[in-house]
């Protein structure tokens, strides 16, 4: 029954054991490799920071926030997926829980459209903060 199946999935022209992306290869399809900001010719500050998507050399991922001094770090990211042709989620290990947070990509450009804890807080949900409806920030991908 198994070779059934196999030569089923052959003849469909589907992969039988199908190659897996890394971390960063997902990342780096989505474009957001590298560094993105509100205003990438204007240094990091409260009202544009600054978010470094990197690549350790043991191939971990860290998502580096730049922007007032008591805010700044760097969180590690993992399980980096592709949920749509324009939304990546990722899980992330933040200053006071785990993270499940999702980034759309509209017109090119990078916002945080859901984010939620561990726990099921939710911090962003659809692009706006819940306890103010305000918009999340969009990002422009750097060029350097």
């Known amino acids: 029954m198994r070779s059934v199946g196999l030569a089923l999935l052959s003849l469909l022209g589907l992969p039988i054991s199908p190659a ?12 957001m490799l590298g560094r993105i900001a509100v205003d990438c010719k204007a240094p990091h500050s409260q009202a544009n920071p600054h978010l470094i998507y990197a690549v350790s050399p043991q191939g971990q991922l ?3 926030l730049r922007m007032t001094p008591e805010l700044d770090g ?5 399980n980096v997926r592709i949920i749509a042709p324009d939304m990546l989620q990722h899980d ?3 200053r006071q829980s785990e993270l499940t947070i999702t980034v759309a990509k509209i017109g090119g450009k990078f ?3 859901r984010s939620v804890r561990a ?3 939710v911090l962003i949900a659809d ?3 819940p306890s103010s409806g305000a918009p999340t920030i969009v990002f422009e991908k750097c060029r350097n």
């Open 20 to 31: 897996v992306a890394s971390d960063a290869d997902v990342l780096r399809q989505f474009g």
């Open 62 to 64: 860290t998502r580096t």
């Open 74 to 78: 760097s969180f590690p990211m993992r």
């Open 92 to 94: 992330e290990t933040g």
């Open 111 to 113: 916002r945080s459209w």
């Open 119 to 121: 726990d099921g807080t």
């Open 127 to 129: 692009g706006k903060f």
